[in-house]
């Protein structure tokens, strides 16, 4: 059986005082460890949540993380600066960035990289536009993404990653994808992983994102190839995200 596996996307929100206090509360609420569970905190907040964390089942997460080791990229964050913070996961390609900060196929695998080589679980997230799906383009867009990071690092690498199917019209839209929707593109997911490594296909952590809340993350969590949810709104608020955990 795989683990579930929740994970908190909070972005562009909140103050410092409120970000501790929204981990806290998710700490104060974690009474069992059926699955696991993580938030992606804004990069300045991650040390503050890192001590929140500290020694608990909540694990912690960064929204991004640079496609170059070190040098000269100003404003940019590295793999070794979250490592040393305490991250566990780091986003690479949400759509937010592949579509507003120019995030390409290449440089999300060369995030994906980076993150894994230094023993941070890269969550890599694919999916589709509402024109994509109405072209019925969605598969080849997701395998167009996979591809990328297949290409670079190889499909051993996903033995120590997280795969995040996010189709990009269910994103902050209040749009779920219907469980079966979901399922659909995580059982095709999974069958391309399997193609290339079935091991590696059995093992690897799948999430649904997109308008996942508590009254629609039973359904989509019941699916055989949905192993979890990253979660944008709904995380923002400890007593709706550890509904959405329990509901595993
Ligand atoms: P949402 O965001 O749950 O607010 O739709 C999901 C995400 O962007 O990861």
Redo the contacts with the bound molecule.
Sequence with gaps: MRRSLVVG?WKMNGTRASSESLAKGIVAGLVSDHADIAVCAPYVYLPYIAEVVKGTELALGSQNVADQASGAYTGEISATMLKEIGVTYALVG?SERRSYYGDTDASVAARFKQAQEQGIIPILCVGETLEEREQDKTFSVINKQLDAVIDLVGIASFDAAVIAY?PVW???TGKTATDEQAQEVHYYIRQYIAAKDQVIADKIQILY????KPDNAKGLFAMPDIDGG?????SLDAESFLKIFNSI
């Design positions: 996307n949400h996010e269910a994103i902050g994102g997109g308008s996942a990253l979660i944008g709104g709904a």
